[in-house]
Every structure is written in C-alpha cells, then in structure tokens.
C-alpha cells in the first residue's frame, strides 16, 4: 500500500524525498508539476517510482477533470488541500488492485502525452514558416517598390 504526504508548499522549502507538486489554484488546479509554484502542494512519497505513479496519476485526474468537480470560489477557483488529497488516495487504492493494469493506463496516457508534444512542436514549427514566408514576401514587395520609386526619381531628374 502507497503511502503519501500531501502538504501545502512553502515558498524556499527543499524536500529530501521523492516529491512533486500540484496546482492548487486556478482553472488548471491539479495539474502535477515538477518545479514549484506559489500555489501548489507537494506530494513527497517513499521512493522514485511511487512518486512517477502519483504523478501520472495525478495528470489523469486533472486532465479526466475529477479535481474540477472540487473547485471552490468564485473570481479564482482553488481545490482545498483535503479534496486534492481525498481524490489522489481514493483513485490511487481503487487502481492499486491491480498494478500492472495501472502501469499499462499510465503508460498509454504517457505515450499519448508525448505524441502531443511532438505533435505542438510541429505546429510551433508550421506557424514559425507561415510568419517568415509571409515576411519573406512582403519585404520581396516592398524592395521592388523602393526600387521602382528609384527609377521614377532619376527619371524625373
């Protein structure tokens, strides 16, 4: 059995054991992060591959939307430490059943976030040749047009 501590984050505090954090503020509340936040909590657990199970765990239950059921507050949504902490233990026991089944979700879901990263980057990378061919065109434009001002000046003179 997985046994975790989930404790608010405190600004300049290091950890020693395997730890992670998570969003607690936001529209993205619950989402895992590997670098703190001002407003985040951090899981810290026994060992390496607990933590990466917790982890992946808690990417599914934020991008699922399980934390947005919890989110409290009006002008900024928050998730309180105990729904966070309620939801990452109850999720975590009812996949424990079954470990390798877990591994295989976790796994698909981790393949499935990479393939959408490289899938972003080409993007990034198809906007990036939309903006230079489109700049490329215009200064091609526009050289043509000093030139021809150019030629009508020394005409004209």
């Keep these: 059995m ?5 404790k608010t ?4 505090r290091t950890y020693s054991q395997p730890h992670f954090f998570i969003l607690n503020k936001g529209q993205n509340s619950g989402k895992p992060l590997i670098n703190p936040c001002p407003n985040c909590f951090v899981v810290s657990t026994s060992t390496e591959e607990e933590k990466q199970t917790l982890y992946h765990l808690s990417m599914m239950l934020q ?13 900024i949504p928050f998730i309180s430490i105990d729904d966070c ?15 390798f089944e877990l591994q295989k979700h976790i796994n698909i879901v981790s393949a499935i976030c990479k393939k959408e990263a490289e ?4 993007i990034s990378k198809m906007a990036d040749l939309k903006v230079s061919y489109i ?9 043509r047009a000093t030139k021809g001002n150019k030629n009508q000046i020394n005409l004209l003179a």
């Design 63 to 75: 991008i699922g939307g399980f934390y947005a059921y919890y989110l409290k507050g009006s002008v």
């Design 2 to 6: 997985s046994t975790f501590e989930l």
């Design 85 to 99: 902490r309620n939801t990452l233990k109850n999720s975590y026991t009812s996949l424990l059943n079954d470990e």
């Design 119 to 122: 899938l972003q980057k080409v």
């Design 9 to 12: 984050h405190q600004i300049g």
């Design 135 to 143: 700049q490329n065109l215009f200064s091609k434009k526009q050289n």
